[in-house]
């Protein structure tokens, strides 16, 4: 059974008052994974105190060089990517294909950033007046609170841990109470590459006595998040009174649009894998399938049929498709909103009760759940679920069905099948989501490209790369202005 502890300048080391709490394995939950520190506010502070004392040196290290510390991070996610793919299957209940992707994702973003070493790129831009330079550079800000959800606990830590250090910040990580011994062993291999002691600090725990504490301390000089809504509004708030930078990534009610023109075979393979991959537990996952009257019988007999299919069982079952949900919280969240959609008058045509065949019977196992006859106001088809349980909504026409998708507090990401450039073009530019998708599913993200979403969704620049992305929480601007005219300002001005 595994100990594990918080990463507090350099060392590993127990909460300051001994507490722990378990980590039990979600596809049987008799098994108990391991005991981890159930921190308060005097870990947050001893690590926010190193992070301090870290930072100059850090932001002071060049960032080629600092680029080739996580380059080697990088190098041994390689190596130990079967590990932590296991660690992932065994604490979150990811089937293992997506386990190892989860790992691969924190790869991709470590080589990526990386790689901004070498870039990190200003502006030079002409002045105004003649021997006058005017530039703007990046730097860095300080201190970050990081605070991130389970259902990617390799993945998204690597999205706010990577960008934060090559831009020359030091950083507190909180993860999810379901998932700290993901967090440790991830941040283990940070410290194996050979980062300074105190650059990057894990203190595990819970949101009240850990999270809050780390958002609101008044040495943290900004906080990034990815979670729950309600959580993310709540820190948003409290950043704010602090003056301190923000960035929140929240929940997702994606839809994909069937149009009756689609290629059937993709379509109905993007929604199952949309919608019961993870289990529903991605912030992308397709909620929400908007399906033209053309083809609804067709697409609901196969989607019904491709669920059937599916076999739930544990992650590190190779023959497993689906594992279970996360926690016992999650579970009952979960089998509370199929009730819900009963009683609202949805018709539920498929699954709709929890799975306990075989080695499932101790698990938090859910049937692949299929609900028809929705209507958009519906709390199902309002609010995110976070389970494997998808709404079918009928359209008739492509406007319709855009407005249909619109129709969310949340915007992360939205999907259209259709054979139709036309259809696809005015999808493209009429979905108002952070990613939208041609002919393919709502998950799946590239770390070049920004990632988050719009209204509820997302605040704050994006995570990941490219234009928009990470490196805009991650660093603020300085401008500088050099005179090399030798003149007084004012004959300068004149002239
Ligand atoms: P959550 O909000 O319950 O927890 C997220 C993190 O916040 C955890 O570390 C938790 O301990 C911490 N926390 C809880 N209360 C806190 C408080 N009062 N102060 C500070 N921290 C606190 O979310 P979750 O259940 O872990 O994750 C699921 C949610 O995350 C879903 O809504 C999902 O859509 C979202 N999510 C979004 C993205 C995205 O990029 N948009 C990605 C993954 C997950």
Redesign the pocket.
């Given at each position: 059974m595994e100990q594990i502890q918080n990463l507090i300048n350099g060392r590993w080391v127990a909460a300051a008052d001994g507490k722990t709490f378990e980590i039990r394995n979600p596809a049987d939950r008799r098994e108990i994974l391991g005991h981890a520190p159930d921190s308060s506010a005097a870990d947050v502070d001893a690590a926010v105190r190193a992070a301090r004392a870290a930072y100059p040196a850090w932001a002071a290290t060049p960032a080629p060089k600092r680029g080739e510390i996580l380059y080697r991070a990088a190098e041994l996610l390689v190596r130990h990517k079967t590990r932590l793919g296991i660690q992932v299957a065994r604490e979150m209940g990811k089937v293992m294909p997506e386990a190892l992707g989860d790992v691969q994702e924190a790869i991709d973003m470590t080589y990526y950033m990386a790689g901004e070493g070498r870039r990190l790129f200003g502006e030079t831009v002409p002045s105004e007046l003649p021997n006058k330079d005017a530039k703007s550079i990046r730097v860095p800000i300080g201190v970050f609170g990081l605070?991130?959800?389970?259902?990617?606990p390799i993945a998204?830590p690597s999205w706010k841990i990577t960008p934060a250090l090559i831009a020359g910040n030091t950083v507190v990580l909180?993860?999810?109470?379901?998932t700290p011994a993901c967090a440790a062993q991830f941040v283990a291999l940070f410290q194996e590459a050979g980062l300074p002691p105190g650059v990057v600090n894990l203190v595990c725990?819970?949101?009240?006595q850990?999270?809050?504490p780390?958002?609101c301390h008044p040495e943290v000089d900004a906080v990034s998040?990815?979670?729950?809504?309600?959580?993310?509004a709540?820190?948003a708030v409290l950043a704010a009174e602090r003056h301190k930078p923000f960035m929140m990534?929240?929940?997702?009610k994606n839809p994909i649009i069937v149009m009756d023109d689609a290629n059937l075979d993709l379509a109905v393979s993007g929604a199952l894998w949309g919608g019961f991959g993870t289990s529903g537990?991605?912030?992308?996952a397709a909620s929400r399938l908007i399906v033209h009257e053309g083809i609804y019988d067709r697409f609901l007999a196969r989607l019904i049929d491709g669920a059937r299919r599916l076999k739930l069982g544990n992650g590190l079952d190779p023959a497993s498709d689906v594992g279970p949900v996360v926690s016992a919280e999650?579970y009952q969240k979960v089998l509370d909103y199929i009730e819900i959609g009963r009683r609202e008058g949805a018709t539920l045509v498929y699954g709709g009760e929890a799975y306990r065949e075989g080695t499932c019977a101790e698990g938090y196992f859910i049937q692949p759940t299929i609900f028809t006859d929705v209507q958009p106001s519906m709390r199902i088809a309002q609010e995110?679920i976070?389970g494997p349980v998808v709404c079918v909504l009928k359209t008739g026409s492509l406007s319709e069905a855009i407005r249909m998708a619109n129709d969310s507090a949340f915007g992360?990401s939205a999907a259209i099948y259709t054979q139709n450039v036309n259809a696809a073009a005015i999808a493209e530019r009429d979905l108002d989501a952070g990613l939208v998708y041609i002919n393919a599913s709502t998950i799946g993200a590239e770390v070049q490209m920004p990632?988050?979403?719009t209204r509820l969704?997302?605040l704050g620049p994006r995570?990941a790369g490219g234009r928009g992305g990470a490196l805009d929480l991650y660093t603020k601007w300085k401008v500088i202005y050099r005179d090399f005219s030798g003149k007084l300002q004012k004959a300068q001005i004149a002239s």
């Open positions: 605070i991130t959800p389970w259902n990617f998204i909180k993860p999810a109470e379901e725990g819970f949101g009240a850990v999270g809050e780390l958002a998040f990815t979670g729950s809504h309600a959580v993310g709540r820190l990534e929240t929940g997702g537990q991605r912030c992308t999650q995110e976070f992360l990632f988050g979403g969704t997302g995570e």
